[in-house]
């Protein structure tokens, strides 16, 4: 409507110039003169026109425009989008058209990437908190919610420390961070809203802008308690299991102890009814026997939980090897078992504790010489022992091998070897030897393992640095 | 001479004090000191009774006692076993399947494994077992009882 109210302005302005050209023309010394009125009309009736044409094209549009992109930055819509006109200003419209449909793919985009985080801090058990640089609680999410039993409205704005048993665990945890801004698997404890403890592992981040200030720490915690609570009683059970099977082991051993003593004490018994002396002796002598074994357990008890400190001197290990070969061979021979020893001629040095190594070898040597003793030999095959040392290919390492071809082991037997009261021996040992044994050895920084077959034999293999010392 | 009695452990004192005490009370005690020697002295001295150890060298009570069960002559030889498992035999009723009692005991509850199989076998009943440390004359009444017609 006002663009064709400018038409009909702008025609007739463009009659009144006309009309004063032509006046003009031949007369051009008075036209101001001749006609000022019509001048001056037709300069309000250019002006008028102008007036429209900018209301019209430019202005009017320009507000519809301007009024549309505040709306759409408000709440996103634009129903007259589609409605703008062409030419310059059409273009304009246009190259806004496509930019506001980019707007509208960014924003939902971006609402959909917020609502995707929002579903994962909402879904995930994980308490997630995030705290100001002053401390206050910001935000907590609905796993915080579910753990803590607060609702977080009751929360946003405190200070994160009274979500903590223990107030200064947070401010620990962010000494702990350094220059890393990071601190992973924090061991703390969280108080709930009815008074609860819960355990948590605490991984905490501090959120910088790129300045280097820093907006907020966001603190990721997993509830652990559940798991602290099964680790607390599963340590409860080993513990008890541990010393049932000590209890166990030392009845075990104390048994055939109290065997001797107990049929013992019924031939002194005897002796005494029947005036018999010698039984009465013999009878003393076996309770005499028990006594003394029981004796050796409770000081092999005490040999075993002190502590090994080695004496350490250079030695050639082939002298203490040389030592066990003359005190054990007549005994070996006394019992039908073949005693070796094996020696190469040039061994280099050991450092070590001689006597722990002495009691090391004796120890498993007499075990070797038991497993010959318990086993029924096939005709043609007779018992041997063979003790032998050599050094590691790079000369660091001593290794002493003892090896049988007694009764062997069987895998579960085998394992628990080094176990203190376990034994197969239920006659003769205290149920320590290999555990003291293995103690020694560990003293050394060495190692012992063991090869065994049922009714086919035993090797130790005892490990030992050449120079413990260093 | 009572009836003849086989003692036969690789301790020598249990061996005496036992043999002592069985013939103080009329029997006549004969002892061997591992599983082989005990088969020979069986088979040599024909006794009327069996006193095993269970723990033994070469030959273990168990193996010897399932080879006097397979063997014709021998099937009805009553045995008395000694062991450390008296009690664990009576728990098998009542709590066989609880193994979280000893868990590490591997050897023990292995042999109640094998008395658990043996037992359903109908091979072993619980009283024939002693528990150790023993009393003279515990075996000797159960010796006794075994052995009345």
Known sequence: ?470 | MGKKVLVVDDDVNTVRFLSVALEEHGFEAIGAYDGVEGMEKIEAENPDLVILDVMMPKKTGFVLFKQLRKDERYKDLPVVMLTGVAETLEDLDTKSEDTHERPYDSLRERLRDTIKAMSQDGLVKPEMFIDKPIEPEEVVAKVAELLKD
């Open chain 1, 1 to 470: 409507m006002k663009l064709w109210l400018a038409f009909i302005v702008v025609s007739l302005a463009f009659l009144v110039i006309l009309d004063i050209i032509l006046g003009i023309e031949g007369k051009s010394a008075d036209i101001i003169l001749r006609n000022p009125i019509a001048v001056f009309i037709a300069i309000i009736l250019s002006a008028t026109a102008a007036w429209l044409v900018w209301k019209g094209l430019i202005k009017q549009p320009f507000r519809r425009f301007s009024d549309n992109m505040k709306r759409f930055t408000e709440d996103g819509s634009d129903s007259r989008r589609d409605q703008y006109q062409k030419g310059e200003y059409g273009k304009l419209a246009a190259s806004y058209k496509e930019m506001s449909a980019e707007l509208d793919f960014l924003r939902s985009e971006l609402k959909r990437s917020k609502d995707y985080l929002d579903g994962i801090l909402e879904s995930t058990s994980d308490l997630i908190i995030t705290v100001s640089p002053d401390d206050k609680i910001i935000s907590i999410n609905a796993g915080a919610e579910e753990a803590l039993g607060y609702q977080r409205q009751e929360v946003i704005g405190k200070p994160i420390q009274m979500l903590f048993v223990d107030p200064r665990d947070r401010e620990k945890a962010l000494r702990k961070m350094g220059p890393t801004d990071n601190i992973a698997n924090y061991n703390t404890r969280f108080l709930t809203k009815d008074g609860q403890i819960k355990h948590v592992l605490n991984t905490i981040s501090r959120v910088r802008d790129h300045s280097g200030n820093i907006l907020f720490t966001i603190g990721i915690s997993k509830d652990i308690t559940e798991e602290k609570r099964l680790q607390i009683e599963l340590i409860q059970s080993q513990r008890y299991a541990a010393i049932g099977q000590v209890f166990t082991g030392i009845q075990h051993s104390m048994k055939n102890m109290l065997n001797a003593c107990k049929g013992g004490a019924y031939m002194v018994r005897l002796g005494l009814k029947k005036d018999d002396r010698e039984m009465f002796t013999e009878g003393w002598e076996i309770v005499q026997e028990g006594i003394s074994r029981l004796t050796d357990m409770s000081m092999a008890m005490l040999k075993y939980v002190r502590e090994w400190k080695p004496k350490f001197e250079q030695v050639q290990i082939g002298d203490i090897l040389s030592e066990i070969d003359r005190v054990i061979k007549k005994t070996a021979e006394n019992k039908g078992i073949e005693f070796k020893l094996n020696l190469p001629p040039d061994l280099l040095p050991l450092t070590c504790d001689a006597r722990m190594v002495h009691s090391v070898v004796m120890d498993i040597v007499s075990n070797a010489m038991d497993a010959c003793t318990w086993k029924e030999y096939p005709k043609g095959e007779s018992a041997k022992v063979e003790v032998g040392a050599y050094t590691s290919h790079d000369n660091q390492r001593m290794i002493i091998e003892i090896h049988d071809n007694g009764c062997g082991m069987t895998d579960d037997v085998k394992q628990n070897i080094f176990t203190p009261f376990f034994s197969t021996k239920s006659k003769s040992g205290t149920g320590l030897g290999l555990a003291i044994t293995s103690r020694m050895i560990e003293s050394h920084n060495g190692k012992i393992d063991v090869d065994s077959e049922p009714k086919e034999g035993t090797t130790f293999r005892i490990v030992l640095p050449r120079d413990a010392t260093t």
